[in-house]
């Protein structure tokens, strides 16, 4: 699977930390940076990941910032993301089933890196469960051609 990585100062560990895993476990993985620990600005890295998986050069994005919701809220920007915004691994697997959310955002400052980790499992694992969610992820899809 190849996976779209960002984050900003604040997910910067969490990042370096996934991205090693997420090779270890077979995936290729393509970093749209923050490249060190010193002050950036979410957007800027955000967008980058988050039209890689827009354009299908990814099969899905994970940004980390220390919320969760400026990454979440940039990717949204992009017509054809869907992304959550998650801090369990219950709402992760309810964004692919129910949602078919395609970029996973979350706050290093509010998750143990083993707790972000399990997270990102289950997103990977889970898929779409189609039938009645397909009509309602058209219906968000329709609301960006307006």
Avoid at 15 to 26: A, C, M, S
Avoid at 41 to 53: G, K, Q, S, T
Avoid at 111 to 128: D, G
Wanted: neutral net charge.
């Amino acid at each position: 699977m190849k996976i779209a990585v960002a984050s900003d100062h604040a997910g910067f560990a969490y990042k370096e930390r996934l991205r090693e895993l997420l090779h270890q476990v077979g995936n290729e993985v393509q970093d749209y940076g923050a490249y060190s620990e010193e002050s950036s600005d979410y957007p800027d890295f955000a967008i980058l990941a988050a039209r890689a998986v827009a354009r299908g050069e990814a099969d899905c994005g994970i940004l980390i910032c220390g919320s969760g919701i400026g990454m979440s809220i940039v990717a949204n920007k992009v017509p054809g993301v869907r992304a959550a915004n998650c801090c369990t691994e219950e709402m992760a697997r309810l964004s692919r089933q129910h949602n078919n959310a395609n970029v996973l955002t979350f706050g290093a400052r509010l998750l143990p890196f083993e707790q972000a980790w399990r997270m990102v499992q289950v997103f990977l694992e889970t898929s779409f469960e189609g039938g009645r969610h397909e009509r309602r992820v058209g219906k968000i899809h329709q609301l960006t051609e307006r």
